[in-house]
């Protein structure tokens, strides 16, 4: 049980990459808090895993201090937090991406950690220190034309990550970030424009050495990894798990 005792909250868990970590968490000991702005998905992957669930929108700041202040109440702390919710872009040109949908992909994809940081970080000062994983992507490490906001709000993901590693280190607290490649969740689509064919997705995954997309058991095994004390001495590190997609 390799997070044996240990409080964690996943952010987005109620589908994809979060579900995958919240499970795989839970699976190696770890107690944990479901967040999701999806009622409904969220409620079911706690009631799988015998968590607990909190609604939240992420960039939103009186829901995200809900949300830690769920986790502590429930299970008396915590020590890891995944901020893995994120929105995409729907692949177009970049100037045809109107002001609401950029304003929303920072907030959700950026504004969120320092939301997410502002709350979460005195609850793991106080247990002594813990870990920090942020699910940024290879988008910010090597962009995809006609998804140039979401590249950049991923890449502030990559580089905020190593900033966070430096400023709280002296709190023991660990922060990496994971930058995985297109995976099939829901977000796949939006990708490719908005139609998800057997062309276009053969075309993209064309783009990985490996020859596939990545999986939630992909990410979560990354994560895993990464928040466990086999990793304590690892931190500001972003981890491509990407099939050699960045090589």
Same mark, same amino acid.
């Given at each position: 049980?390799?997070l044996e005792n240990k409080v964690a909250i996943v952010t987005g868990?109620?589908?994809? =990459?979060?579900?995958?970590?919240?499970?795989?968490?839970?699976?190696?000991?770890?107690?944990?808090?479901?967040?999701?702005?999806?009622?409904?998905?969220?409620?079911?992957?706690?009631?799988?895993?015998?968590?607990?669930?909190?609604?939240?929108?992420?960039?939103?700041?009186?829901?995200?201090?809900?949300?830690?202040?769920?986790?502590?109440?429930?299970?008396?702390?915590?020590? /890891?937090?995944? $901020?893995?919710?994120?929105?995409?872009?729907? $692949?177009?040109?970049?100037?045809?991406?109107?002001?609401?949908? =950029?304003?929303?992909?920072?907030?959700?994809?950026?504004?969120?950690?320092?939301?997410?940081?502002?709350?979460?970080?005195?609850?793991?000062?106080?247990?002594?220190?813990?870990? /920090?994983?942020?699910?940024?992507?290879?988008?910010?490490?090597?962009? !995809?034309?006609?998804?140039?906001?979401? $590249?950049?709000?991923?890449?502030?993901?990559?580089?905020?990550?190593?900033?966070?590693?430096?400023?709280?280190?002296?709190?023991?607290?660990?922060?990496?970030?994971?930058?995985?490649?297109?995976?099939?969740?829901?977000?796949?689509?939006? =990708?490719?424009?908005?139609?998800?064919?057997?062309?276009?997705?053969?075309? =993209?995954?064309?783009?990985?050495?490996?020859?596939?997309?990545?999986?939630?058991?992909? /990410?979560? $095994?990354?994560?895993?990894?990464?928040?466990?004390?086999?990793?304590?001495? /690892?931190?500001?590190?972003?981890?491509?798990?990407?099939?050699? !997609?960045?090589?």
């Amino acid at each position: 049980m390799r997070l044996e005792n240990k409080v964690a909250i996943v952010t987005g868990a109620g589908s994809g =990459f979060g579900a995958g970590i919240a499970r795989r968490f839970a699976a190696e000991g770890a107690k944990v808090l479901v967040a999701d702005i999806d009622t409904a998905r969220g409620e079911a992957v706690a009631a799988e895993i015998g968590g607990r669930f909190a609604q939240a929108d992420v960039s939103d700041d009186a829901q995200v201090a809900a949300m830690v202040q769920a986790a502590i109440q429930a299970f008396g702390g915590l020590d /890891i937090l995944v $901020n893995n919710a994120g929105v995409p872009q729907r $692949n177009m040109p970049m100037l045809e991406v109107d002001e609401a949908t =950029f304003d929303r992909i920072f907030a959700v994809n950026v504004k969120s950690l320092y939301l997410t940081a502002k709350y979460a970080v005195p609850a793991i000062r106080a247990r002594g220190g813990g870990a /920090i994983v942020n699910i940024g992507s290879t988008a910010g490490l090597r962009p !995809r034309p006609g998804l140039t906001w979401y $590249n950049g709000s991923k890449a502030a993901v990559n580089l905020l990550s190593k900033s966070m590693a430096l400023e709280l280190a002296p709190d023991r607290i660990r922060v990496t970030a994971i930058a995985p490649v297109a995976g099939d969740t829901p977000m796949l689509a939006e =990708f490719l424009g908005g139609a998800l064919t057997d062309e276009a997705y053969a075309k =993209f995954r064309a783009t990985v050495p490996l020859g596939r997309l990545s999986t939630p058991e992909d /990410i979560a $095994n990354a994560a895993l990894y990464l928040a466990s004390d086999e990793a304590e001495f /690892i931190t500001g590190v972003c981890l491509e798990v990407d099939g050699g !997609r960045c090589v």
